[in-house]
């Protein structure tokens, strides 16, 4: 099988659609009904080899100049007619290169369909640009909602990252059930609970320690819900707060001004740390050394910082109705995360409760470990095969 997959996701800093992209293409490789796995980065198409060389000179830039590019980039896309231009562009470079490869199959990993003439397969993650459109630039929220519909007129079969996110389409768009296939997403096996020594290292340098801060990670912007965050910090006791860290971990992302404004401001004055870039190979390790993860987005298609979190063993407070509640299950705490009391009320308990049994336990870790990239690599190779 020659499988074409979009990997323009895959620019830095990676955010949930470039994780999925990334884990995707390397867990697909190490199946053997995949011949060749070619991958098109928005000017060529080159092997998967070739696409991780590139990735590997890339992240030789980091911290401050990736979160100016992607800044960048957000501001461009709020420009009359951005998305339409730089689609048309792109059909126009796919179609050409792709005609040359004689695929079995073509992958977009991210929505929207480019112009193929093959058998080809869309993964869609989630509806929020229709649900709460106020947390997307508009010109992205026109593109989608007049793209979309063509998409999944267009192709032979559809991917989603959760149940929650198949029921949406389903009803909304009245598709054939049979075209629609949920196929979960996997949490790297790097993600598991490391001992105080083993992260010392890493957290030392961060001026953190081992169980000692509340973490969230994810793209800074008002969908993930960080100001009903920061106000239910703000409500804690001063003995939680001066006890525990709030830690903020994440890329820059649309409209955060304000956010952001108030992120630097309570930095000051010493009420939580910003850590803008972590490198990968940290990431598991700043997980694993958290009392707590708290994560009240306000919707999510899966919620994969959830997961990470699950399989390092901590615990996790989320949002009760949205795709997270599907897999969470034991490992978290679920509320209603557009209540800053409710969401106030559930920390205070968590950390009082760490405070009087510092000594973790194992928070459905195992459960979340059950979820790997390469059965999701598999489910998806079998949509594929489908369609042979």
Known sequence: ??????????????????????????????????????????RQIHSLSALLQQRAGENATRGEGRAWQQQLRESIRTLPYAYQLRS????????????????????????????????????VHDLSFIHYPQYHPA??????????????????AVITDSDFIRDELLERYNLDEQKVTCVHLGVDSRFKPYTPSQTAAFL????????????????????????????????????????FTLVLAG????CNGALMKRIALMQSEGSLRL????????????????????????????????LEAMASGVKVICARHSAMAEFALE??????????????????????????????????TKHAQSFTWQTCAKQTLAVYQKLQ
């Open 251 to 254: 890329a820059p992302g649309w």
């Open 88 to 123: 048309a562009w792109l059909d126009y470079q796919f179609e050409q290169l792709a005609k040359q490869g004689q695929y079995t199959i073509y992958h977009e990993p991210n929505f929207i369909l480019k112009k193929y003439s093959g058998p080809s397969v869309t993964t």
């Open 331 to 364: 490992g978290a705490c679920l509320n209603d995360s557009s209540s800053c009391d409710e969401l106030a009320n559930v920390l205070q308990r968590e950390l009082e409760r760490r405070i009087a049994c510092p000594s973790t336990g194992n928070f459905a």
């Open 204 to 243: 030392n340098s961060q001026g953190l320690q081992h169980g000692g801060y509340v973490l969230f990670v994810g793209t800074l912007e008002p969908r993930k819900g960080i100001e009903v965050l920061l106000d239910a910090w703000q409500q804690q006791p001063e003995q939680l707060r001066s006890s």
């Open 1 to 42: 099988m020659k499988i074409l997959i979009n990997s323009e996701s895959l620019r830095p800093p990676l955010t949930g659609i470039g994780n999925y992209t990334l884990h995707l293409l390397q867990a697909l490789q190490q199946q053997p009904e995949v011949a060749q796995l070619d991958c098109f980065n928005g």
């Open 275 to 306: 850590l803008k870039f972590v490198d990968a190979s940290n990431l598991p390790l700043l997980y694993a050394g958290a009392a707590l993860f708290a994560y009240p987005s306000v919707y999510e298609g899966f919620g994969l910082p959830v």
């Open 139 to 156: 010109e992205r929220v026109s593109w989608l909602s007049k793209e979309l519909p063509k998409t999944l007129a267009r192709a032979d």
